[in-house]
């Protein structure tokens, strides 16, 4: 069964900066693709950023590039979202997806989702 599980979520101030991670299991992790996407309150799913079976390809919603990072360890099933400069229009429920091959073009399976809150 895939399981992906999130954390790292929580109130951060305007400016500040946040890690969340998405523990991976029930299937080869470093065998697909992954995905961050969010939903902020009141609003549809967004695409946040994405990265391929091996790290070596990245991509990020035009609006989160030069602040957030994805990140993956292979070794340890686990993927990451290094999120600076966070803004109040980040608030927002972070859901980590996997996607249907080693690239970033579908997604099947999404975990429960961290809440992420910028406010002062």
């Known amino acids: 069964e895939v399981q992906l599980v999130e954390s790292g979520g929580g109130l951060v101030q305007p400016g500040g900066s946040l890690r969340l991670s998405c523990a991976a299991s029930?299937?080869?992790?470093?065998?697909?693709?992954m995905s961050w996407v969010r939903q902020a309150p009141g609003k549809g799913l967004e695409w946040v950023s994405g990265?391929?079976?091996?790290?070596?390809?990245?991509d990020y919603a035009e609006s989160m590039k030069g602040r957030f990072t994805i990140s993956r360890d292979n070794a340890k099933n686990t993927l990451y979202l290094q999120m600076n400069s966070l803004k109040p229009e980040d608030t927002a429920v972070y859901y980590c997806?996997?996607?249907?091959?080693?690239?970033?073009?579908?997604?099947?399976?999404w975990g429960k989702g961290t809440l992420v809150t910028v406010s002062s």
């Open positions: 997806a996997k996607s249907t091959s080693r690239w970033f073009n579908g997604m099947d399976y």
């Open positions: 029930g299937f080869t992790f470093d065998d697909y693709a």
């Open positions: 990265i391929s079976w091996n790290g070596a390809s990245t």
